[in-house]
Structure formats: structure tokens, C-alpha cells
């Protein structure tokens, strides 16, 4: 059987805490809640680690955090050797904060990047120290020196960051939303989320279920650490925290 778990980081991404219930154990022990605040991998984003907390106060690690049969499911995957909770159980649930906010700000500097490197996207991956983003592009035309001074000048500027649904029929007739060339959003389920950048969403608006921060000055400093040439046709831009390292 396969559940929906109301996905509580979509419509707030600042939430640290909650309390839910387990709607299921799977035969791995994966544990299923009716609610939750942990973010399942998807979309190049890593899922949530963090705790969930039984009534007698012990406490259940959790590794990862990942999709079931469909996306609606979400799998809280327990590390190894600890207790597995019973269905019908109230538990309280913290993320990772400290992990999660690192993934925010660098999941809203590869929003970023692509608008100052608008192309086709053909991959992303987010992390707390290192993100990429891969470009449908035969050359840059950039150096990571030029990449990185608009990427400041977007964080600078303190935009605010937030999100908005579509139907179907909108997202139809604006495919220039669209940046990825190999994945494209779910239609069907009659609305799509999209993450804005900037007032009425002057500076960009892309379909993406991930969590961001509230603006990109929240993002921070960061820089471009490489470009990377991946075939004839592709470029691979990685993004850091930090000012860009002297040489
Ligand atoms: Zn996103």
C-alpha cells in the first residue's frame, strides 16, 4: 500500500521540529509518517538526516530520508541498530538543521547560477560544501572570476526568494520555465510549484519541489570553484562557500 505523507517542508522550509504519527513500517524498516518535515531526495537535493522522538524520550536516528513507490511517499530510513517504532505511534520529529540549512542556501545558489548561466540544464547535485550544475553548452564563454562577481552581485542585492503554484495549463504555455533538457516537471496532478527570484519574479521562476532560503542574500558568500569541460557539449560549473580562494 502505498501512502501520502503530507510534505510539510513544502509550504514552510524553515521548519526544525514537528510531531506525527507512523502510518507504516516498511520491510526494510523505513518508517512512514502521516506528516513530515524531512525532505526525500529528489531533484539533485539530498533527503533530511536527523531524530525522531518516541514518548518515553529515546530517540531514533534517521539516515536518510527517501521517495517510496511514488514521490507522495516519504521513507524516514532509520540508521543501523536502531529501534524501529510501531505504527500508530506518536513521535516528534528534528531535522539536521545546521545540514539542511547548508543545502537550502546552496540549492538557491544553483537557482543562481542559472540565471546567470541561462541554458539548458542537463544535471544539478546539491551539497553542504560542493554543488554542481551541468550546462548544455558547447563553451562557456565564461571564467569563474566573471561567474562568481554577478553571482555576488544577485546575493548583494538580497532578493526575496519564494514560491508559487501553476496549473498545468500555465506551464503549457510558457515553456521557457522549463530549464532542465532531461527531466520535466510532473503535469497531471493539476498544479506545479514554482521557486521565484525577486519582486513579482523579475529575476527567475523555475518549476523545482526543493527547499530554498527566503533570499539570496541568504545564500551568503559563495563562489564558482571550477568549470569543468564534460564532453563536447557540456559544462560543469561547481559552486562553493566562501570567497574565492586566492592563488
Ligand atoms: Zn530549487
Known amino acids: 500500500m502505498v501512502h501520502k505523507t503530507e510534505a510539510l517542508f513544502r509550504d514552510d522550509a524553515y521548519l526544525k521540529e514537528a510531531e506525527a504519527a507512523v502510518v507504516a513500517i516498511n520491510d526494510r524498516g523505513g518508517v512512514v509518517l502521516d506528516r513530515t518535515i524531512f525532505y526525500a531526495t529528489s531533484g539533485g537535493q539530498p533527503g533530511d538526516t536527523g531524530l525522531l522522538e518516541r514518548a518515553d524520550g529515546s530517540r531514533v536516528a534517521i539516515a536518510a530520508t527517501i521517495t517510496g513507490e511514488t514521490k507522495d511517499e516519504i521513507i524516514h530510513v532509520p540508521a543501523p541498530g536502531q529501534a524501529v517504532p510501531t505504527i500508530g505511534e506518536r513521535l516528534k520529529l528534528a531535522i539536521d538543521w545546521q545540514r539542511r540549512h547548508l543545502l537550502m542556501r546552496m540549492h538557491a545558489a544553483c537557482h543562481l547560477l542559472t540565471v546567470v548561466c541561462p541554458f539548458p540544464i542537463t544535471g544539478a547535485a546539491v551539497s553542504v560544501d560542493d554543488s554542481r550544475v551541468d ?5 562557456a564563454g565564461f571564467t569563474k572570476e566573471d561567474v562568481t562577481a554577478r553571482l555576488m552581485e544577485l546575493v548583494r542585492a538580497d532578493h526575496p526568494i519564494f514560491t508559487r503554484l501553476i496549473t498545468d495549463q ?9 530549464k532542465s533538457k532531461n527531466v520535466r516537471p510532473p503535469v497531471g496532478t493539476g498544479n506545479i510549484r514554482l521557486v521565484c527570484i525577486g519582486d513579482n519574479a523579475s529575476i527567475d521562476s523555475q518549476p523545482c519541489g526543493g527547499t530554498h532560503v527566503r533570499s539570496t542574500g541568504e545564500v551568503g558568500e559563495i563562489h564558482i570553484g571550477k568549470i569543468e569541460k564534460k564532453g563536447r557539449e557540456n559544462r560543469r560549473f561547481r559552486i562553493r562557500f566562501g570567497p574565492m580562494p586566492a592563488i
Do not use: M
Request: charged content about 20%.
Open 170 to 178: 500555465e506551464l503549457a504555455a510558457n515553456p521557457g520555465l522549463v
Open 135 to 139: 550546462f548544455d553548452i558547447p563553451d
